[in-house]
């Protein structure tokens, strides 16, 4: 038992911390920096790509953020893409006053990943901005993205997403979502990245193979596909988006369960991507997604390993309280999310317990559900400057 409980450990502990030192370990001593554009670098053309499923409460101010990037108006277009809505979002993108919104609209829903396996093969420009309707994009993210991809081993770039967060649950999850960006950060400076911000991320448009429908994670569909073609995934940090996490820790965590189950789905369509020498960022995807998904199960195992030790010594009961203790904490952290607030300590172990709850349904909710690709609009307002 007491084998178990280690190797249970020893699992948790390198997912989370193991392989972020060996990433900050090669971004040290094997660096592979972006290489800066040279002044005559010449602007590229860049078709932004918006699908959006009754967002018509969102979409004006979307369509007006997108236009107002600090990126020369002659080399950037809108196109927005209507999946199934029925709430006035295609009358509004269609009445938008700028010849640069071009409107694709589908009757039926069909899922993101379908209308952008449909829209992509009929855009032109050098480069693909993709983004969601919710968030708010910082004026100067198109350059900052365009910067990264002027270097030609660079495929694709990926944005900074900013979370503003008012309650202590919301808190903990934008303390783990810095982590999330401090990874990311020493697997661009180490080589490549094996996901990007679906909020806010670049790339080129020759370099994107086909994206089948019914994908949920398409923001690590495609980088993967670029990566796949030999190409590097970076991080462009100066690219900024901005949202707001959940104030209801159910619906943060509904929102990660589907995210998690896109995981699962990934290993499904695309096995190669477990298999190291397969696929390019194998052993990354294994370091940064996949032993994740088996760490709440090793807290099962940790926890009723230790159980079956408890009366094998002080130490274990000691581990066992300590176990108790941070699930305790989880749950006051979900039933009264202002008891956490004041102690970052007990915010970030509300949330890691809360991800690892929904990593755990997550795969359930893949096997009785694995063709649920279909989102629902959030009601989140763009955050204000």
Same mark, same amino acid.
């Given at each position: 038992?007491?084998?178990?409980?280690?190797?249970?450990?020893?699992?948790?502990?390198?997912?989370?911390?193991?392989?972020?030192?060996?990433?900050?370990?090669?971004?040290?001593?094997?660096?592979?920096?972006?290489?800066?554009?040279?002044?005559?670098?010449?602007?590229?053309?860049?078709?932004?790509?918006?699908?959006?499923?009754?967002?018509?409460?969102?979409?004006?101010?979307?369509?007006?953020?997108?236009?107002?990037?600090?990126?020369?108006?002659?080399?950037?277009?809108?196109?927005?893409?209507?999946?199934?809505?029925?709430?006035?979002?295609?009358?509004?993108?269609?009445?938008?006053?700028?010849?640069?919104?071009?409107?694709?609209?589908?009757?039926?829903?069909?899922?993101?990943?379908?209308?952008?396996?449909?829209?992509?093969?009929?855009?032109?420009?050098?480069?693909?901005?993709?983004?969601?309707?919710?968030?708010?994009?910082?004026?100067?993210?198109?350059?900052?993205?365009?910067?990264?991809?002027?270097?030609?081993?660079?495929?694709?770039?990926?944005?900074?997403?900013?979370?503003?967060?008012?309650?202590?649950?919301?808190?903990?999850?934008?303390?783990?979502?810095?982590?999330?960006?401090?990874?990311?950060?020493?697997?661009?400076?180490?080589?490549?990245?094996?996901?990007?911000?679906?909020?806010?991320?670049?790339?080129?448009?020759?370099?994107?193979?086909?994206?089948?429908?019914?994908?949920?994670?398409?923001?690590? @569909?495609? =980088? /993967?596909?670029?990566? %796949? *073609?030999?190409?590097?995934?970076? !991080? #462009?940090?100066?690219?900024?988006?901005? &949202?707001?996490?959940?104030?209801?820790?159910?619906?943060?965590?509904?929102?990660?369960?589907?995210?998690?189950?896109?995981?699962?789905?990934?290993?499904?369509?695309?096995?190669?991507?477990?298999?190291?020498?397969?696929?390019?960022?194998?052993?990354?995807?294994?370091?940064?997604?996949?032993?994740?998904?088996?760490?709440?199960?090793?807290?099962?195992?940790?926890?009723?390993?230790?159980?079956?030790?408890?009366?094998?010594?002080?130490?274990?009961?000691?581990?066992?309280?300590?176990?108790?203790?941070?699930?305790?904490?989880?749950?006051?952290?979900?039933?009264?999310?202002?008891?956490?607030?004041? @102690?970052? =300590? /007990?915010?970030?172990? %509300? *949330?890691?317990?809360?991800?690892? !709850? #929904?990593?755990?349904?997550?795969?359930? &909710?893949?096997?009785?559900?694995?063709?649920?690709?279909?989102?629902?609009?959030?009601?989140?307002?763009?955050?204000?400057?």
């Amino acid at each position: 038992m007491s084998l178990a409980f280690f190797l249970a450990l020893a699992v948790v502990a390198f997912a989370y911390l193991g392989y972020p030192m060996a990433m900050a370990a090669l971004a040290r001593l094997r660096p592979l920096p972006i290489q800066p554009p040279t002044p005559i670098s010449r602007e590229p053309r860049i078709d932004v790509l918006l699908v959006v499923h009754d967002g018509a409460s969102l979409l004006a101010a979307k369509l007006h953020n997108l236009l107002a990037l600090d990126y020369p108006s002659s080399h950037l277009r809108v196109n927005v893409v209507c999946d199934g809505c029925r709430d006035g979002s295609e009358r509004i993108a269609r009445g938008f006053p700028s010849d640069r919104v071009r409107v694709f609209a589908y009757t039926q829903r069909r899922g993101k990943s379908a209308c952008l396996g449909q829209v992509l093969p009929q855009l032109d420009a050098e480069l693909v901005l993709f983004c969601d309707v919710r968030q708010r994009i910082d004026a100067g993210a198109a350059r900052a993205l365009v910067a990264a991809l002027a270097d030609p081993t660079v495929g694709a770039a990926s944005g900074e997403l900013l979370l503003q967060a008012d309650t202590g649950y919301g808190q903990g999850v934008d303390a783990y979502w810095r982590y999330e960006k401090w990874l990311r950060r020493l697997e661009s400076a180490s080589g490549s990245l094996v996901g990007v911000t679906g909020a806010l991320y670049a790339a080129r448009r020759e370099a994107i193979a086909s994206v089948p429908a019914g994908i949920v994670l398409d923001d690590m @569909w495609i =980088p /993967l596909g670029i990566a %796949a *073609a030999g190409y590097r995934v970076v !991080f #462009a940090p100066e690219a900024l988006a901005y &949202d707001r996490v959940a104030s209801n820790p159910a619906d943060e965590e509904r929102r990660k369960r589907r995210t998690l189950a896109g995981n699962f789905q990934l290993l499904h369509h695309w096995p190669q991507l477990a298999l190291p020498g397969a696929h390019p960022l194998a052993l990354r995807l294994w370091g940064h997604k996949w032993l994740r998904l088996a760490v709440p199960w090793c807290l099962l195992l940790m926890l009723l390993s230790n159980a079956a030790l408890f009366d094998q010594g002080l130490g274990w009961r000691v581990l066992m309280a300590a176990q108790l203790a941070a699930y305790a904490v989880a749950w006051l952290g979900r039933v009264r999310p202002a008891i956490t607030t004041r @102690w970052w =300590p /007990l915010r970030v172990c %509300a *949330a890691f317990v809360s991800l690892n !709850f #929904a990593a755990a349904m997550a795969l359930f &909710d893949y096997l009785r559900h694995p063709d649920a690709h279909l989102w629902h609009p959030s009601p989140d307002r763009i955050p204000a400057p």
